[in-house]
């Protein structure tokens, strides 16, 4: 019974501690932090977009100061709060969502407003400005996609027996996923 | 005779179906040969205009390597037309791999919607705003007095003159000149018609042979009027060797019963397999670069 016994072990420390499992693990790891910061590089392409949509707008409707403070005030927030993926807890991660559904938010006033201004909307500048931030919005979602798609594969692989056990040893932890906001995330949208 | 009618009204409902296509389900131009980057299974757009679009797109990927595909679909359903051209550029990865140098046109007529999609590599070149450019000022106008074929090619032209960042050459620009009821490549608009004639014919031949398998000729009175009311197997067909079965038959007419001894054909021949089916359509065809996209482009109804 008791060879039997180290047997067994030793077949389950030969089956989980082998450098295949620790390598898928790491692998996966890399492929969210990539996606990871490809959803950065399409919110801060948005929070680019910003300053000139915020000119471009002012020129036409100067009154519509509250407005146009709220999407500064929003970018400036939004743009403040980072996220290291190799340490992202849910909190974290929601509170960097909650952020960036501000600026969408106030965009998304900011362009109803510009509907009042038929001078406005006509602007060669602005109707790229709005092209421009439909399209972003759309690789924010694609990017988001992904990112739960590679962090589902890795957290799969961390909980999963037997790699759950190599997860544990080396510190492998779970990342965290974007929930699906209600409604607040559609993309603003451009209507000729 | 019922299983007769059961045939014709199949393959009826078969061929008129006004398909509803999602991303797995849209034939992949390329299956056809590697010059083909248009699909348009439903034909809205004529042959003259595929062909013109076909010679555009081959100049640009030959000139740019930016590999363009035209989608026109009657219908997606209730599906996004954002989230359709997505899937369907992944799942045919468009573009050269690495490069990422692949554009998708996506038109669906029942919801009147048009979606350009970049990838990675050419959003610098076709930007979003150059994209919603074009399909507001080339293309809707087109669309909106129904013109679709015009409208496609005006598209095409467009971005192929950005992504060439000069003048198109003056073959692909007598679309700016013609009507849509112009011709775009060749003078071939009636081929259009014998096809859909050779159709017809072809679908009645086919119903003429169906019949004539259970409709035969009487010995005894010479007419054909016996019909098919018994099928029995004498030996049953196996995978590479046929088979034997007896046909009875009854005259209608003069009510006289004749058999005939008929081979089945072995599996093999009917095509019956017994696991895996070959069905490899990739001999002679071409295939996508393999690049993907970020979602990027423009999109809007008109």
Same mark, same amino acid.
């Given at each position: 019974?008791?060879?039997?016994?180290?047997?067994?072990?030793?077949?389950?420390?030969?089956?989980?501690?082998?450098?295949?499992?620790?390598?898928?693990?790491? /692998? /996966?790891?890399?492929?969210?932090?990539? *996606?990871?910061?490809?959803?950065?590089?399409?919110?801060?392409?948005? *929070? %680019?977009?910003?300053?000139?949509?915020?000119?471009?707008?002012?020129?036409?409707?100067?009154?519509?100061?509250?407005?146009?403070?709220?999407?500064?005030?929003?970018? *400036?927030?939004?743009?403040?709060?980072?996220? %290291?993926? *190799?340490?992202?807890?849910?909190?974290?991660?929601?509170?960097?969502?909650?952020?960036?559904?501000?600026?969408?938010?106030?965009?998304?006033?900011?362009?109803?407003?510009?509907?009042?201004?038929?001078?406005?909307?006509?602007?060669?500048?602005?109707? %790229?400005?709005?092209?421009?931030?439909?399209?972003?919005?759309?690789?924010?979602?694609?990017?988001?996609?992904?990112?739960?798609?590679?962090?589902?594969?890795? $957290?799969?692989?961390?909980?999963?027996?037997?790699? $759950?056990?190599?997860?544990?040893?080396?510190?492998?932890?779970?990342?965290?996923?974007?929930?699906?906001?209600?409604?607040?995330?559609?993309?603003?949208?451009?209507?000729? | 005779?019922?299983?007769?009618?059961?045939?014709?009204?199949?393959?009826?409902?078969?061929?008129?179906?006004?398909?509803?296509?999602?991303?797995?389900?849209?034939?992949?131009?390329?299956?056809?040969?590697?010059?083909?980057?248009?699909?348009?299974?439903?034909?809205?757009?004529?042959?003259?205009?595929?062909?013109?679009?076909?010679?555009?797109?081959? &100049?640009?990927?030959?000139?740019?390597?930016?590999?363009?595909?035209?989608?026109?679909?009657?219908?997606?359903?209730?599906?996004?037309?954002?989230?359709?051209?997505?899937?369907?550029?992944?799942?045919?990865?468009?573009?050269?791999? @690495?490069?990422?140098? !692949?554009?998708?046109?996506?038109?669906?007529?029942?919801?009147?919607?048009?979606?350009? &999609?970049?990838? =990675? !590599?050419?959003?610098?070149?076709?930007?979003?705003?150059?994209?919603?450019?074009?399909?507001?000022?080339?293309?809707?106008?087109?669309?909106?007095?129904?013109?679709?074929?015009?409208?496609?090619?005006?598209?095409?032209?467009?971005?192929?003159? #950005?992504?060439?960042?000069?003048?198109?050459?003056?073959?692909?620009?007598? +679309?700016?000149?013609?009507?849509?009821?112009?011709?775009?490549?060749?003078?071939?608009?009636?081929?259009?018609?014998?096809?859909?004639?050779? +159709? +017809?014919?072809?679908?009645?031949?086919? #119903?003429?042979?169906?019949?004539?398998?259970?409709?035969?000729?009487?010995?005894?009175?010479?007419?054909?009027?016996?019909?098919? +009311?018994?099928?029995?197997?004498?030996?049953?067909?196996?995978?590479?060797?046929? !088979?034997?079965?007896?046909?009875?038959?009854?005259?209608?007419?003069?009510?006289?019963?004749?058999?005939? =001894?008929?081979?089945?054909?072995?599996?093999?021949?009917?095509?019956?397999?017994?696991?895996?089916?070959?069905?490899?359509?990739?001999? @002679?065809?071409?295939?996508?670069? @393999?690049?993907?996209?970020?979602?990027?482009?423009? !999109?809007?109804?008109?």
């Amino acid at each position: 019974m008791k060879n039997f016994l180290s047997i067994l072990v030793l077949g389950l420390v030969a089956l989980t501690m082998n450098s295949c499992m620790y390598n898928s693990l790491v /692998s /996966s790891e890399e492929a969210v932090e990539a *996606a990871w910061s490809q959803v950065e590089n399409q919110y801060q392409r948005r *929070a %680019d977009l910003v300053p000139n949509l915020v000119a471009t707008v002012k020129g036409y409707a100067a009154h519509e100061q509250e407005t146009l403070q709220g999407v500064v005030d929003a970018r *400036a927030k939004a743009t403040q709060i980072t996220i %290291d993926p *190799a340490n992202a807890t849910p909190e974290q991660l929601a509170a960097f969502q909650a952020a960036q559904g501000e600026l969408s938010q106030a965009l998304g006033r900011l362009l109803a407003v510009a509907e009042n201004y038929p001078d406005l909307k006509a602007n060669e500048n602005f109707r %790229d400005l709005q092209a421009q931030l439909e399209g972003t919005e759309n690789r924010i979602a694609v990017a988001r996609q992904e990112f739960n798609e590679t962090a589902r594969a890795y $957290n799969q692989k961390v909980r999963r027996f037997p790699s $759950n056990i190599v997860a544990m040893i080396f510190g492998f932890e779970k990342k965290p996923y974007f929930e699906a906001e209600a409604g607040a995330q559609s993309a603003p949208t451009v209507a000729f | 005779m019922r299983r007769f009618l059961l045939l014709i009204v199949l393959s009826i409902s078969l061929m008129a179906q006004a398909a509803t296509y999602t991303p797995e389900s849209v034939p992949n131009p390329k299956t056809g040969g590697q010059e083909q980057y248009v699909a348009n299974p439903d034909a809205i757009l004529a042959d003259s205009t595929v062909r013109w679009l076909n010679h555009c797109a081959a &100049m640009l990927y030959d000139s740019t390597h930016v590999e363009l595909c035209v989608v026109a679909l009657s219908s997606i359903g209730n599906m996004e037309a954002f989230d359709f051209a997505y899937e369907l550029f992944q799942r045919w990865g468009i573009g050269r791999a @690495g490069q990422n140098t !692949g554009v998708l046109m996506l038109f669906v007529l029942d919801s009147h919607d048009l979606r350009i &999609m970049t990838g =990675t !590599g050419i959003e610098g070149v076709l930007t979003d705003a150059q994209c919603s450019k074009i399909m507001h000022e080339d293309m809707f106008p087109a669309f909106k007095k129904e013109e679709y074929d015009r409208g496609l090619c005006l598209g095409v032209l467009r971005i192929y003159e #950005i992504c060439t960042n000069g003048d198109a050459p003056e073959e692909l620009l007598t +679309v700016r000149s013609a009507t849509n009821r112009g011709r775009f490549g060749s003078q071939e608009d009636d081929e259009d018609w014998i096809g859909v004639g050779v +159709v +017809v014919g072809l679908f009645l031949l086919m #119903i003429y042979l169906i019949w004539s398998s259970y409709v035969k000729r009487c010995p005894k009175c010479h007419r054909r009027r016996a019909h098919l +009311v018994k099928r029995h197997t004498i030996k049953a067909a196996t995978e590479y060797l046929p !088979g034997t079965e007896e046909l009875t038959y009854c005259c209608r007419r003069c009510g006289h019963t004749f058999t005939r =001894t008929e081979t089945i054909l072995s599996h093999q021949m009917t095509g019956r397999r017994g696991g895996s089916s070959a069905g490899g359509s990739f001999s @002679g065809g071409g295939s996508w670069g @393999g690049g993907s996209t970020s979602g990027g482009g423009a !999109g809007g109804k008109w």
